[in-house]
Every structure is written in structure tokens, then in C-alpha cells.
């Protein structure tokens, strides 16, 4: 049997992350987990070094809502519009939140977040332009991993609630 730890050697995938795999019932994607040799710290640059669509990668951003962590899953190809965010969860203020609030809400650094195995519970939205896919490719925990998912299950797992918070192009 296998460790999480031992997997997220093998994989190069985070060890707090490797170990929410498994204890979601998800150690089956420790071997589908893509280690690049370079940092992967944007969507355009994972989309290609994974060879897929930027819009198949699925950016992690945190925000603060009024001060408050949240967790807005969005396709790689579209920005978030924070005041279709703030509309969205009734919120006063939504702002970026700093680096030093991501790593302390998730655990991990900018670059490398993943939809789900944070250190703290947060709450959060999923885009619905992730459904156009049938496979999207998420963080797994540092900016030179990744892992393949279906839209579908990865925003369930995240506990994610579908919303429409991209920017509307003209």
C-alpha cells in the first residue's frame, strides 16, 4: 500500500494535497498527476505544457469578500468579474486577496492553489464555463503540477457553487 506521502514524491504533487486525494476517495489520481520541469505559475503557460485548450485549465483564485476568503474556480481563458462576484454573494467589497492571505487560507502559494485540500474552509464559486469541457486540468499544489478532472466531479468535490462571475466580453 501506498502513502500519501510516497504519492506526492512519485507525483511531485503537494503533500497536504496528496493527502486530500486521499481522504476523498481520490487516490486514484495520484498517478495521473503531470510534473513539469518549469514552473507552470499561469494558465497559458500550463495549457502549454499540458498541450490542451487554455480554457480547459482551472485557476484557483482566492478574493476577499468584505475581508473574508473565497475560493472562485474560473476557466483559464476568462477573468473573474469581481462585481458580478460581489453581487453574486452580497458582499460590500471583493478584492484580490494577497499572497500572504492565500497561503494562509490554503496552504499553498499563487501559481499553485488547488480547487479543493486547503488548509481552511472557504466558501466557494465555480464559473459555469468550466462545464464546457469534459476534462479540465487543476493545480495540484505547487506551480509544476497538475491533475485531470472532469468539471463536473472537481466542482463537487471543491463544494463549489455554480455561478456566472466571468467578465461578459463586448
Known amino acids: 500500500m501506498t502513502t500519501a506521502a510516497t504519492d506526492a514524491e ?15 476517495g481520490l487516490g486514484d489520481l ?13 494558465a497559458a503557460e500550463a495549457a502549454a505544457a499540458i498541450g ?21 474556480l474560473m476557466d483559464g481563458a476568462s477573468r473573474v468579474d469581481v462585481e458580478r462576484v460581489r453581487a453574486e454573494l452580497g458582499a460590500g467589497a471583493v478584492t484580490r486577496a494577497k499572497a500572504e492571505v492565500v497561503r494562509e487560507t490554503t496552504g499553498y502559494a499563487i501559481g499553485g492553489v488547488p480547487p479543493f485540500g486547503h488548509r481552511t474552509r472557504t466558501r466557494v464559486l ?8 469534459d476534462l479540465v486540468w487543476a493545480a495540484a499544489g505547487t506551480p509544476h503540477t497538475v491533475f485531470p478532472m472532469a468539471p463536473e466531479a ?12 466571468r467578465e461578459r466580453t463586448s
Open 10 to 24: 512519485g507525483s511531485g504533487a503537494h503533500p497536504r494535497f496528496a493527502a486530500a486525494l486521499d481522504e476523498l
Open 52 to 72: 490542451c485548450e487554455l480554457s480547459q485549465i482551472c485557476k484557483s483564485l482566492i478574493f476577499a469578500a468584505d475581508d473574508v476568503p473565497v475560493l472562485v
Open 30 to 42: 495520484h498517478s495521473r498527476i503531470r510534473r513539469f520541469p518549469d514552473a507552470t505559475r499561469t
Open 126 to 133: 465555480a464559473d459555469r464555463s468550466l462545464l464546457g469541457h
Open 154 to 165: 472537481l466542482i463537487a468535490r471543491a463544494g463549489g457553487t455554480l455561478v456566472d462571475v
